[in-house]
């Protein structure tokens, strides 16, 4: 039996059984990253003899030891977190995110750190100061982005399931075009304490897995009230796994006309109309509906995504951890800035600095009016239309990507295009609702298609209970990416 090919509920079961050791398990993984990742580039920090160490000091929990890997940008003490970005290449931090505090006591193995767009800034994984990460299904092929170390990590067995966080489509894009389910819970479930911010109002944190019922399992693991975080919400978390009735008769499920666009690959429309086909004979209502203001998310976004950065990462200076330059002038009066310049230019990539220098313009005295505060006014109308949406409807379902995979380097000197990839993704963020992709089909060139379900505030139950009904009709989540069985 190859361990890999598990699950994490299969995985779990033999490791709760005693008939698996968490060091079994870890070695398994260790040995799979090794002969895989290569050609990947999917893990950017991994120390196999701490994995194996704590392999063996691991007893009881929920979770036995069960591996797992997190995108880097979750800090996990005493370990690298780099948000793959070269200003912080040194940075070691003193604490842990919440989510991992939680994983931990419940006895997850943290396997490494995965790869990611720098400080999320990214639609393909190919910003990384450790060069980009690359689709399983195809090496030539992004894996999507920021979360693209998660998701192709997953689709490839190198990791049972994983974390990544979503700001504007950061896990349900890459898990769309990896063909794996990845979820972001509702803003304010999932505890951001941690997690080093790109965007603070959009930022959330979810899981990417093989199938719904894991997606699950992590959720319960991971959510709940955080007094750490400002923005968590003090609610009662259910437990997802009964979220499986494998019933969804009489359901309402809204289509948004806007979202079956010209534009939109004619193999992905097609994809997600017979996914809808498959809802609609479980007894669903399909119903079309229209979300007027969705043609403005994505110039909203990249307004207050960008805005809410530039403040992020102000922080990012050389003065207290991190890179700091050492082609200094000696002391003048213009010697500090000199420093702040050259430190945060050798620091930071292209795309770090282009969000940067749109996110203070768009701040700057004579210009929030016009363009920030604009934005935040289209974010309400944005997060409106779902409102008015979900007061008919149970869910609204949508394509996830308006193409598969595209091929890495075809979008990196059109930034206008790669911001487009996030087009059916980011309203979700600007609305804070929660929004699941799960596998739907394929393309004619063998990569993998995602289905969108979005779901009312902290009703993740609806899409957990969607999500799994039709995947309980279909085989595309077993599907497993040639050299990788």
């Known amino acids: 039996m190859e361990l890999t090919t598990l699950t994490a509920h299969e995985l779990l079961k033999l490791l709760s059984g005693n008939e698996v050791s968490p060091e079994e398990a870890a070695a398994a993984y260790l040995k799979r990253i090794e002969a895989v990742d290569k050609k990947l580039n999917s893990f950017v920090h991994i120390d196999p003899d701490e994995v194996i160490r704590k392999a063996k000091k691991i007893k009881g929990g929920r979770l036995k030891g069960l591996p797992i890997a997190v995108k880097d940008n979750f800090c996990v003490r005493d370990q690298l977190t780099t948000c793959a970005s070269r200003i912080l290449k040194s940075f070691r931090p003193p604490y842990n995110a919440t989510v991992i ?14 790869n990611m767009d720098e400080f999320a800034f990214g639609s393909s994984c190919e910003t990384s100061c450790y060069g980009p990460t690359r689709n399983p299904w195809n090496t030539d092929y992004a894996p999507g982005g920021s979360s693209g170390g998660s998701a192709a990590s997953v689709a490839a067995r190198l990791t049972p399931w994983s974390l990544g966080s979503d700001t504007g489509g950061s896990i349900r894009q890459p898990a769309s075009l990896c063909g794996v389910a990845g979820l972001k819970p509702t803003y304010g479930r999932v505890s951001r304490y941690g ?86 004979k479980l007894g ?17 976004y990249y307004i207050v995504a960008p805005g809410e950065a530039s403040s992020n990462l102000a922080r990012f200076d050389g003065m207290h951890y991190g890179h700091r330059t050492t082609n200094l002038k000696k002391y003048s009066e213009s010697a500090l800035i000199d420093m702040y310049c050259k430190t945060r230019g050798e620091g930071f990539g292209d795309e770090a600095k282009r969000r940067i220098l749109l996110g203070t313009y768009v701040l700057s005295s004579g210009y929030y009016d016009a363009y920030y505060l604009k934005a935040l006014k289209v974010r309400t109308k944005i997060a409106e239309d779902f409102s008015k949406a979900f007061k008919n409807f149970d869910c609204i379902v949508t394509p996830t990507s308006p193409t598969g995979a595209f091929k890495l380097g ?30 739907c089909g394929f393309t004619s060139n063998n990569l993998p298609v995602g289905l969108q379900i979005l779901g009312k505030p902290f009703d993740e139950e609806m899409l957990f209970k969607v999500a799994h009904a039709y995947q309980s009709q279909t085989d595309w989540h077993t599907r497993i990416p040639a050299g990788c069985e």
């Open 284 to 300: 669903a209502s399909i119903e079309e509906i229209s979300l007027p203001h969705t043609e403005y998310a994505v110039a909203a």
């Open 195 to 280: 997690l080093i911010a790109f965007a603070s109002s959009l930022d959330q944190i979810g899981p990417l897995t093989q199938n719904v019922e894991d997606a699950a399992l992590l959720m319960n693991i991971i959510s709940g009230y955080d007094k750490k975080d400002s923005t968590s919400v003090n609610i009662a978390v259910p437990d997802y796994l009964k979220s499986f009735t494998g019933d969804i008769k009489g359901i309402k499920i809204g289509i948004p006309k806007e979202y079956f666009i010209s534009g939109i690959d004619s193999e992905v429309k097609d994809a997600v109309t017979k996914a809808i086909a498959v809802l609609k």
């Open 410 to 439: 075809e979008k990196t000197n059109d930034p206008l295009s790669m911001y487009l990839s996030d087009i059916f993704t980011i309203s979700a963020n600007l609305s804070g609702i929660p929004a699941m992709s799960v596998p």
């Open 101 to 114: 505090d939680r994983l931990e006591q419940e006895g997850a193995l943290i396997l490494g750190k995965l």
